[in-house]
């Protein structure tokens, strides 16, 4: 007996995911290179950093993602005096039965909402560390394993300082992606004020339209899909030598760790499948390389004072290294 043909399984995975991308324009004004990374991330596994001004739809895009993908969603808005149990549960006394049980808290769901991840004290800040690498949370010694997928998006403002407390390295190293969200064009503007004008509600995202066209087997097919793509020997080499290169840069006092150069083969991998290859090539490589890495380098004091971003390096790095032929 043979084995079922898996291709139409892959195609249809494929055109779900993409098909994400129209649903959240339903809602979402522009900003296609942050769904397509919200995509890929879900394909890798992987939490996302989404970095931007307040007003530039970072919470009505994961809103509407959730929407999109039929999968269960909670939101924490992050304060300063939020707790870890907050965030994660925490055993309750029950006097009925004279015994403690646990009660879940929101990390318990396929994606979750960190709102505004920056506002809350370090210790807070920890309790998703566990959650974020290990797929579980740990209450009273005993270890409770999250739903799968479980994927993490969190936003800060890049532009506010007073009462925030910038994330670690430990921790921004657990994001498979930063991507950034900018103010939009006129045109996009243009739209969004039209949209309004013409009755749009972000409340309700179902008279927008936006209906589930992806859900957990096509994520699961898609995944499965993104494992048989291939990646050369000296792709390989390439990622490896652009993180090494990043190590070495008189701009950074910390460069791209192995976990980085990781993060950004898998992302590659996801884009080119998506992109209908089951292979990579460089040009992958490059398209994922700002966000996969642009949070995981730290800019030496100098560099920062004389106006050096993380993207202009990692441009220069890109320029420097030989690409593979």
Known sequence: MTEPDTAPDDQHAREALRELRVEVAKAVVGQDAAVTGLVIALLCRGHVLLE????????????????????????????????????????????????????????????????EINRTPPKTQAALLEAMEERQVTVDGDPRMLPDPFVVVATQNPVEYEGTYPLPEAQLDRFLLKL??????????????????????????RAAGVRPVAGVAELEAGRAAVRRVTIAPEVVGYVVDLARATRSSPSLQLGVSPRGATGLMSA?????????????????VKALARPALRHRVELRPEAEIEGVTADAVLDGVLGSVPVPR
């Open 52 to 115: 931007g001004v307040p007003g530039v739809a970072k919470t009505l895009l994961v809103r509407t993602l959730a929407a999109a993908t039929s999968l269960s969603t909670k939101r924490v808005q992050f304060t300063p005096d939020l707790m870890p149990g907050d965030v994660t549960g925490s055993l309750v006394y029950d006097a009925r039965s004279s015994a403690f049980s646990f009660r879940e808290g929101p990390v318990f769901t396929n994606l979750l909402l960190a709102d």
């Open 268 to 284: 590659a991998r996801a884009w080119a499948w998506l992109s209908g290859r089951d292979y990579v090539t460089p040009d992958d």
């Open 180 to 205: 950034t969200m900018p103010l939009p064009s006129r045109e996009d503007e243009v739209g969004v004020l039209t949209r309004h004008a013409e009755g749009f509600d972000p409340r309700d995202l």
